[in-house]
Structures are given as structure tokens and as C-alpha cells.
């Protein structure tokens, strides 16, 4: 009504019958039929493709579409081949239709209508920012319906939910609260009020990755970090150092007695590891419960007997896996996760980290564009790289090993294994952000200063009175 009303050709097409409509629905449609007339979509009769409009609406599922679509309608609705194919713009009311708002996956076999506008309303849902979720949506846009927004801003919804998990965090600044959180020191005190990190590093000519986190954990504010380091790359890695310490670990004997230092509180084993390294190491790091970040060889050279690794974890575990690692780690999974998805809510990366990070006992961070953080306790967050936050140049060598070393800095600052993870990777694809293209991993940690001048000065102005 309001785009006739503003004077545009408008061509109404009706997916099932008038009297199946829910009250506001059917309000509109009888305000409409005093403007216009309404054609029941038959799908035997759609043209293919349809005649080319300026601007295509679809409005046929929401939300909460939980079953499959009809072979016929998914081929209708597949942006490529389907009946909207030559539709110069299209505009999706809350989703695409097909796409499973719990998930971001497909309900069908082909895809769903591909927009280029979402317009969603209230707060994001799962489904835009998971999976092929913000590839179908385009840019999406979230409305303001005047529904109480209480204590849930930034929280992502599970469509067919009304309670959502207190967990059910989007990663921003906003959520992480700011720069009093990340931006700030104790006022008094010494480095190592700040945090030891020890990192563990792999042998002559594999201690490039270890240097890596290393950095990532110095920049992130960590006021002590450690390199433990085996004899025959004591040389290589004095070479490269000097805000950074190294100290001897050539063994697991000499780790337990590195760790004897009380100070050290949060390690980091993985980078450029080594698989027989790994399986020496990672059993005593884990002793004494110590805030520890495993990733790379730490996780690979346990994919035999992931059970092994599982029953050695605690609480105060991050696992960092891409889905390579994760798929080895926790196979069943992974071949749910990429299994087809008929009906909905199809089982989510969300669904996957949370079941693993149960299974684990720990937290998982499952890396990719739509990262996902779970506990073992049910929280979880979600960190989107999509939309304006996109850092396609992010995906180079070594950027996953300053990850980790963010992290275990942030647990040597005293986060909490979920807030440290979630923090993490936020700063992480901030970073790249404001690095832009041509970045590689030594320019991540470099550029977290930048990260918290930006917060920063994004906290001022958001403070500041309103003339």
C-alpha cells in the first residue's frame, strides 16, 4: 500500500489462501484489495522467470519456517535459475525464504531467494549472521518495533524462542562493555599484577608461530610473557625477541618446574607445537588447572583419542579449532553440521560448539567468519565478521596463532575463559579491520593499540552530553 501510495506499479502474489492468515495479516490484505488485486501464486503457473520487475519483495516465509519447502517452490525461489532470476533488486521481510532463522542454513536443497536487503525487526536473529545466513540476506537491517528492548541489547534470538539464553551474546563493543574492560590498568602495582603468559614453542625452525602469539599476548596487555622454548631453538628465538623473556622447556619434567612459578597464570600451548611435543606437554599444563589456550598441534596430535584430551580438560580450557580441527576432534558433529538440512531449526554451529563445549568440559571457540564461543555451562556468544565487519584479508598464515595469543593474554589479565574468548575474537577482526588489505599476522598485534584508541574514543563520544 505505501509504495502504491508513493505512486509505483505494484503486482501482489498470494502463497496459500486469505483465510490461513493470522489477524494482522488479514487486516492488510483486506486494505489492500480496496487498492489492488491479489493473484494466488499456483506454482505450476509462475512464469519462468518472472517478467522483470524493478523491485521484488518476498514476504513468503518468516522467521519461524520450520518445515521444507516443495522442490517446486525451492527451485522457484533459487536466485539463479528460479522464477526471480532476472529481479534487479530484492528486499526479504525478516529472511529469505528457506533460510532457517536458528541456523543460517537451507531448507531445501536448492537455495533460497538471495536478497540484497534484509529487513529484519526487534534484534538480529541467528540466522542472519550463521552459516549462509548473511550471504542470502545481503545487508540487513534491523528495525525498531517499540518492543522493550529490557537488558537484551546486542543479543542475538533463536527464532522460535521468547526467553533467549542469557549466553546468546553478539560480540561488539558495546557487549564487551567497552574500554573499562579492556582498556585499563591497575593504577598501581607491578608487571606482573598484570599477568604472566607462558607460551610454548616448537623446535628449531618452528618457533615462528609461538612468536606470534607471544606478540598477540604482549599487545593485549599482558604485563609478563614467557616463550618456554627447547634447547635447539634457544638461538633462533633470541634472535627475534626483546620485550619478550624465553625460558629452557625442553621436556614435560621441566615444565612442571616451570610452573612451579606461581605468577604464571595462563599458558598457551599449540603454535607451531609439534605433535610429539604437544602430547608430552599439554598433560602437565593441565595439572594444575591453570587458564590455558590449546590450539593447532595442542589439538591435532590428540585427534586418534580425542577422548584422552577430553577427560584431561577443566573449566578454565579454551579450545580454538577451525573446522578442520573441529571436524577431527568431534567427527559426529561436523558431519551433522554439514549433513543437508531438511527441516528446522536445522542443527547450527551454535548446536555443534555448545554440544562440544559440553563434551570438552571447557570452552570452545569455533573459528570462522560466524565464530562461535560456547561454555560447557550453556552460555555461548556469537562474533560475526559479515556484513560491515567483513575481513575476507584476515584468512593468512599465522593469524590464528595470534588469536590464541590474544586470548591467553587476556586470561593472564584475569578474563574469564568465555569473556577472555569472546574479547579475543573480537579485538582479533577489529584489528584486521583497521589494518584493511595486504595485512598479514605480524601486523595484527601491532595494530590492537589502534583497537583501543578506536574503543576508546568511541566510549568519549558515545558519553558525551547531546547539545
Known amino acids: 500500500r505505501l509504495l502504491k501510495g508513493v505512486g509505483w506499479g505494484v503486482k501482489?502474489?498470494?502463497?496459500?489462501?486469505?483465510?490461513?492468515?493470522?489477524?494482522?495479516?488479514r487486516k492488510n490484505y483486506d486494505g489492500w484489495l480496496g487498492m489492488g488485486d491479489v493473484s494466488p501464486l499456483h506454482l505450476g503457473d509462475i512464469p519462468h522467470p518472472f517478467p522483470q520487475s524493478d523491485l521484488t519483495i518476498d514476504a513468503l516465509f518468516g522467521t519461524g519456517l520450520t518445515r521444507p519447502l516443495e522442490k517446486p517452490l525451492a527451485q522457484i525461489l533459487s536466485t539463479e535459475l528460479g522464477a526471480f532470476s532476472v529481479c534487479k533488486?530484492?528486499?526479504?521481510i525478516d529472511a529469505p525464504s528457506g533460510l532457517c532463522m536458528d541456523s543460517g542454513r537451507f531448507l531445501a536443497d536448492a537455495g533460497p531467494l538471495t536478497a540484497d536487503l534484509t529487513v529484519s525487526f526487534h534484534k538480529m536473529k541467528l540466522g542472519h549472521v550463521l552459516a549462509e545466513g548473511p550471504m542470502a540476506c545481503g545487508q540487513t537491517v534491523v528495525v525498531d518495533i517499540g518492543l522493550a528492548q529490557s537488558n537484551d541489547q546486542g543479543r542475538l534470538s533463536r527464532s522460535l524462542q521468547t526467553n533467549v539464553n542469557e549466553g546468546a551474546m553478539l560480540v561488539d563493543a558495546q557487549t564487551l562493555g567497552g574500554v573499562d574492560k579492556l582498556d585499563t590498568y591497575l593504577h598501581s602495582g607491578h608487571k606482573f599484577d598484570h599477568g604472566h603468559a607462558l607460551i610454548l614453542s616448537g623446535g628449531f625452525g618452528k618457533t615462528g608461530a609461538a612468536r606470534l602469539a607471544a606478540r598477540g599476548a604482549l599487545r593485549v596487555g599482558a604485563g609478563v610473557v614467557t616463550?618456554?622454548?627447547?634447547?635447539?631453538?634457544?638461538?633462533?628465538?633470541?634472535?627475534?625477541?626483546?620485550?619478550?623473556m624465553q625460558s629452557r622447556v625442553s621436556d614435560a619434567s621441566e615444565l612442571k618446574q616451570k610452573l612451579l612459578d606461581k605468577r604464571i597464570n595462563a599458558?598457551?600451548?599449540g603454535p607451531g607445537l609439534g605433535f610429539d611435543r604437544a602430547q608430552a606437554l599439554v598433560p602437565t599444563s593441565l595439572v594444575d588447572k591453570i587458564p590455558c589456550?590449546?590450539?593447532?598441534d595442542a589439538l591435532s596430535a590428540f585427534v586418534d583419542d580425542p577422548e584422552a584430551l577430553f577427560q584431561m580438560l577443566h573449566p578454565n580450557v579454551v579450545l580454538t579449532p577451525h573446522?578442520?580441527?573441529?571436524?577431527?576432534?568431534?567427527?559426529?558433529?561436523?558431519?551433522?553440521?554439514?549433513?543437508?538440512s531438511k527441516t528446522g531449526p536445522a542443527f547450527s554451529k551454535v548446536d555443534a560448539a555448545l554440544v562440544a563445549a559440553k563434551r570438552a568440559g571447557c570452552v570452545v571457540l569455533f573459528k570462522g567468519a560466524d565464530t562461535v564461543i560456547a561454555s560447557s555451562d550453556g552460555r555461548y556468544a556469537v562474533h560475526s565478521a559479515h556484513y560491515e565487519r567483513s575481513v575476507p584479508w584476515l584468512a593468512t598464515a599465522g593469524a590464528g596463532d595470534v588469536l590464541s595469543g590474544i586470548i591467553t593474554g587476556l586470561l593472564a589479565r584475569g578474563f574469564s575463559p568465555l569473556k577472555a574468548a569472546s574479547a579475543g575474537a573480537f579485538l582479533h577482526v577489529e584489528a584486521a579491520r583497521l589494518f584493511g588489505p595486504g595485512l598479514i599476522?605480524?601486523?595484527?598485534?601491532?595494530?590492537l593499540p589502534k583497537v583501543f584508541r578506536s574503543l576508546r574514543h568511541q566510549a568519549t563520544a558515545s558519553s558525551a552530553p547531546s547539545a
Open 89 to 92: 533488486r530484492i528486499v526479504a
Open 323 to 340: 573446522a578442520g580441527e573441529f571436524a577431527r576432534l568431534f567427527p559426529d558433529l561436523s558431519q551433522r553440521l554439514s549433513g543437508p
Open 12 to 25: 501482489v502474489l498470494l502463497y496459500g489462501h486469505p483465510d490461513q492468515m493470522p489477524p494482522d495479516a
Open 293 to 296: 589456550v590449546l590450539d593447532a
Open 267 to 269: 599458558i598457551c600451548l
Open 441 to 447: 599476522a605480524e601486523d595484527l598485534a601491532e595494530f
Open 227 to 244: 616463550l618456554g622454548v627447547p634447547p635447539s631453538a634457544r638461538m633462533e628465538v633470541a634472535c627475534q625477541i626483546t620485550a619478550i
